[in-house]
Nanobody, 125 residues
């Protein structure tokens, strides 16, 4: 059974940093999956934060995250990371990681097949 587990969320002050981790298990070939981070704040739609393709490591960032967040992956550890710097109150949300089998870089949440349970990120002002 494919499983994704997020960790690293928490409470941080404005301007602070967090590193989220997404650990995958049950994959036949983790490096053949695009992995994305998405977030959802109360009353808002889920939005794409950042995505990374399988073996090539191509990346996508949402407009407001591009200069502050960095996505990376360690396929040997089956883990994808999201380093978040200069956090703002509007970054407060539940952050989910998701995986999609395929060679492309996928940036739409509807394309993703497997989802984790999410980790809460709260940025206090």
């Amino acid at each position: 059974e494919v499983r994704l587990v997020e960790s690293g969320g928490g409470l941080v002050q404005v301007g602070g940093s967090l590193r989220l981790s997404c650990a995958g298990s049950g994959f036949t070939a983790f490096d053949e999956n695009s992995v994305g981070w998405f977030r959802q704040a109360p009353g808002k739609e889920r939005e794409a934060v950042s995505c990374i393709s399988g073996s090539d490591g191509d990346t996508y960032y949402g407009d407001s995250m591009r200069d502050r967040f960095t996505i990376s992956r360690n396929n040997a550890r089956r883990t994808v990371y999201l380093q978040m710097n200069t956090l703002k109150p509007e970054d407060t949300a539940v952050y989910y990681c998701a995986a999609k089998y395929g060679p492309m870089l996928y940036a739409q949440s509807a394309q993703y097949e497997h989802w984790g349970q999410g980790t809460q990120v709260t940025v206090s002002s």
